[in-house]
């Protein structure tokens, strides 16, 4: 696959790493940018081969938001068309998607960049990289890209009021404070980032991805249903998962005292 503002590649073992691509910019938002990125994330979603999904940033960021220099030359567009024709869908692709997506966090995630690293599943985050939540009130915008649906149910309403309001661009969240705060599954030295990420992906990619992506659906919604609901939900989704191939094989394995092969059907 081949696009102008990112890259895409899937590797022999059924991890696809896309890569915001645009370094010179801090790797921000344009229009261009988002629809590539939402197309990407369809793309992954199509391919029975991809198991496992990276996001990450190519140079010193990971993404530095929407492009302020793209949001400046835009006339024909009000902000609310803005960000539900473009922002929302590739928000909602990446949160819906029954696969795993992996952030790997490799610099700085500011404003609408951070609130898509905090959308992924798990983020491994660099040592060097770091959150601005305050990248939106700094210009006097609010949240966008989920980051009210998100970052509260990570770290509580009161630390993401601070976030989102205090932490300005000199005062980031570090890794080390992501890590603490539960928005960093685990941290790495930049050398050793994309070793570790792909070590998770690999061991994601080789499990039984229906299976994995019928758990994300139900965790998404378990927040906005009642026990009742999930509890239902959990019994068809059991229904539908025990008809897959790779339970059959997984009770099989268990039964014969060997390591499962799963193979994503
Ligand atoms: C950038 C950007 C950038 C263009 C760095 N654009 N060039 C908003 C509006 C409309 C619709 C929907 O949604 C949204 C949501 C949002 O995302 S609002 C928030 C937008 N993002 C920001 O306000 C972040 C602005 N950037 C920064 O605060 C800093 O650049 C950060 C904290 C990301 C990094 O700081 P530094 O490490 O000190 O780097 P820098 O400031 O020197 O930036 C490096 C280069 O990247 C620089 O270019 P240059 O040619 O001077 O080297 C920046 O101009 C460029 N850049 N962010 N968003």
């Not at 394995?253 to 060997?258: G, P, T």
Request: hydrophobic residues 45%; contains cysteine.
């Amino acid at each position: 696959m081949s696009y102008e503002t990112l890259l895409y590649d899937v590797n022999g073992d059924g991890v696809a790493t896309i890569t915001f691509n645009r370094p010179d910019k801090y790797n921000a938002f344009t229009d261009q940018m988002i629809l590539e990125t939402t197309h990407a994330f369809k793309s992954a979603s199509r391919d029975s081969e991809v198991r496992a999904i990276i996001l990450t940033g190519s140079g010193k960021s990971f993404c530095a938001g929407q492009d302020l220099g793209d949001v400046e030359e835009r006339e024909n567009m009000t902000f609310l068309e803005h960000v539900r024709t473009r922002y929302n869908p590739m928000l909602t692709q990446i949160r819906t998607i029954e696969k795993p997506v992996i952030g790997v966090i490799n610099g700085v995630a500011a404003g609408a960049g951070a609130s898509v690293a905090l959308a992924t599943d798990l983020r491994v985050m660099s040592t060097k990289a770091s959150f601005v939540l305050a990248a939106f009130a700094n210009i006097g915008l609010v949240p966008d890209n989920g980051l009210t649906y998100t970052l509260p149910r990570l770290v509580g309403m009161s630390k993401a009021l601070e976030l989102i309001w205090l932490a300005d661009r000199h005062n980031r969240v570090t890794a080390e404070q992501a890590l603490e705060l539960n928005m960093a599954t685990a941290v790495a030295e930049p050398e050793a980032l994309m070793d570790t990420a792909m070590e998770l992906s690999t061991k994601l990619a080789k499990m039984p991805t229906r299976a994995l992506g019928m758990t994300k659906r139900m965790l998404n919604m378990s927040w906005d249903s009642s026990l009742g609901e999930m509890l239902d939900m959990e019994a068809q989704l059991q229904q539908a998962a025990s008809e897959t191939e790779d339970a059959r094989e997984g009770i099989l394995a268990f039964l014969e005292k060997r390591e499962p092969e799963f193979k994503g059907r």
